[in-house]
Nanobody
Framework: QVQLVESGGGLVQAGGSLRLSCAASGRTFSIYTMGWFRQAPGKEREFVARMNWSGGITFYADSVKGRFTISRYNANTAYLQMNRLKPEDTAVYYC???????????????WGRGTQVTVSS
């Protein structure tokens, strides 16, 4: 099992930036994919971005492409850099890891508790 802790959320004005961090511990050697998802009130959890943990290949949702960047800092830490934020980016953001490639929540076996991002207009 992998334990994940997100940090870096907060309140920001539209057009601003935030960087989310995800710290992993436990069986990190089993990680194949690390991803970020978000869930707004009353909506389903949606894919934001993911990366292959070893090779750095990245994938993004169309809604964030060109504004968000997923990256790996070291063996246990990943980032989600969010620029040019919009009010519709407001959500709880979750990091997740999985042993297979995919963009669906079911492709990820371990989840953090989430961090709130609020973008004011």
């Amino acid at each position: 099992q992998v334990q994940l802790v997100e940090s870096g959320g907060g309140l920001v004005q539209a057009g601003g930036s935030l960087r989310l961090s995800c710290a992993a511990s436990g069986r990190t050697f089993s990680i194949y994919t690390m991803g970020w998802f978000r869930q707004a009130p009353g909506k389903e959890r949606e894919f934001v971005a993911r990366m292959n943990w070893s090779g750095g290949i990245t994938f993004y949702a169309d809604s964030v492409k060109g504004r968000f960047t997923i990256s790996r800092y070291n063996a246990n830490t990943a980032y989600l850099q969010m620029n040019r934020l919009k009010p519709e980016d407001t959500a709880v953001y979750y990091c997740a890891v999985g042993e297979v490639a995919g963009n669906r929540p079911n492709d990820f076996g371990s989840w953090g508790r989430g961090t709130q991002v609020t973008v004011s207009s």
